[in-house]
Each structure stands twice: as structure tokens, then as C-alpha cells.
């Protein structure tokens, strides 16, 4: 499914595995990450929309320096944890689906079979400083330092590993 936007700061987009991301990360798809952040590269390039709109390699860099800095908001309802809204710095990734280290899925109630997360961007310098104090992962664990055991993984996954490792052919594709 397309990722869809909400509005000029917020989105939906289907979520799957992002293992290859930090647990302070989020990977946004390439559309959204510019449609969400247009507006403020948009700024940053002195009201060029051309640049932004032809999406030109110097509003390219804008973009990826505006995004590191930034903080989004993902929500996956219905929000019923103390975890159910994370605070990211978001990456652009291709394709249409929003990126997600899978430790975190725990904290956001998803999982990687369709559900589909909410995605906000805190347009103010407070509410950016906010979302990344107290939204962030190091923010959540500072205020709770026992959600640290549940971003261990599942020993299920050590199993299926030993499990696929008993034939040959198994031992060579976790080799």
C-alpha cells in the first residue's frame, strides 16, 4: 500500500523491517520524507520551490541536514502504552513504506504484517526539543529504565536460527 499524507506535517505509511537502522531512526519514505519537509527546505533555501519542487541535489542536501536534526512522531493506534508515541530522527529510504527497527515494535504495538503507523512533524523549536527529550528512546528510558528488557529480542528468533543450523543446507544459509 502507498504511503498517504495526512496533511503538510503528517502521514500514514505502512511499516516493515528497517534492521539496518539505529534505534533513535525511522526510515521515511523518499515521497513523504519531501512532502513533509518541503515547507522547511523551502526556508532553508530562501523560498527556492523550484529546487524543491525539480527536487535538485542542493535541495537534496537541505533535506537530509534538515531531516538529521529533526524529530517525527510515530504513532501506531490504538495508543494504549506509555511507548505508543516515538520520537525519531528520520532517513529517507526508497519505496512506499516507513522503515522500523523491528526491536521497537514491542513499544508501538506493530508488527510487519500491514499495520500501518501515523507519522507527525513537530514543526516548532520547542516541541522538536520536547519530542526528542521525552519521546525519544533515550527519553522514554530515562523516565523508565525497565523498558530496557523489552528491547531485547525474542528468543524466538535464537531458536529458528539453531533450529535452520541441525541440516547442512541450513548450517550454509546461516553460515
Do not use: Y
Not at 63 to 69: E, K, N, V
Not at 126 to 137: I, T
Not at 145 to 173: F, K, N, V
Amino acid at each position: 500500500e502507498k504511503a498517504r499524507w495526512i496533511g503538510v506535517f503528517s502521514g500514514r505509511a505502512v511499516n516493515v523491517p528497517g534492521a539496518t537502522l539505529t534505534l533513535e531512526q525511522v526510515g521515511l519514505p523518499d515521497a513523504m520524507a519531501w512532502a513533509l519537509f518541503a515547507p522547511l527546505v523551502t526556508r532553508e533555501l530562501g523560498g527556492d520551490r523550484d529546487a524543491v519542487a525539480a527536487r535538485s541535489e542542493h535541495a537534496a542536501k537541505a533535506l537530509d541536514t534538515i531531516m538529521a536534526r529533526s524529530w517525527v512522531i510515530i504513532n501506531h493506534a490504538p495508543t494504549v502504552m506509555s511507548t505508543a508515541l516515538l520520537a525519531f530522527h528520520p532517513v529517507r529510504v526508497a519505496g512506499d513504506a516507513l522503515h522500523l527497527h523491528p526491536l521497537l515494535c514491542i513499544w508501538l504495538n506493530t508488527d510487519f504484517d500491514g499495520d500501518q503507523v501515523a507519522v507527525s512533524l513537530p514543526i516548532t523549536e520547542a516541541a522538536q526539543r520536547e519530542a526528542g527529550e521525552k519521546l525519544s528512546v533515550a527519553g522514554h528510558l530515562a523516565r523508565d529504565p525497565g523498558l530496557l528488557t523489552s528491547l531485547m529480542p525474542s528468543l524466538d528468533m535464537l531458536w529458528g536460527l539453531a533450529r535452520l543450523s541441525l541440516t547442512p543446507e541450513g548450517l550454509a544459509e546461516v553460515s
